[in-house]
């Protein structure tokens, strides 16, 4: 996987942690949807971009993975 793809999951990982609590997936992907539209135009599957997120760190509020199916 390409570094700056790494380095912007990364950073949506850390984002679905806000000041005041855990953000809403849904907004979290709203804000970088730019992320998952290069995603999936580079080929990426749901499953691959959902095990990519867990890679990066991004988790569900109660700390359990984001399947494809949230995605």
């Given amino acids: ?6 380095v912007r999951l990364s950073a949506f990982a850390e984002r679905l942690s806000g000041p005041l609590g ?5 907004r979290a992907i709203r804000a970088d949807l730019g992320l998952f539209r290069d995603l999936r135009q580079s080929g990426a ?4 971009i ?3 997120l867990a890679a990066a760190g991004a988790r ?4 359990s993975l984001i399947g ?3 995605v």
């Fill in 22 to 26: 855990s953000v809403p997936l849904d």
């Fill in 68 to 70: 494809a199916d949230h």
């Fill in 45 to 48: 599957t749901w499953p691959q």
């Fill in 1 to 6: 996987m390409d570094s700056k793809i790494r």
């Fill in 50 to 52: 959902a095990n990519a």
């Fill in 60 to 63: 569900r509020p109660d700390g």
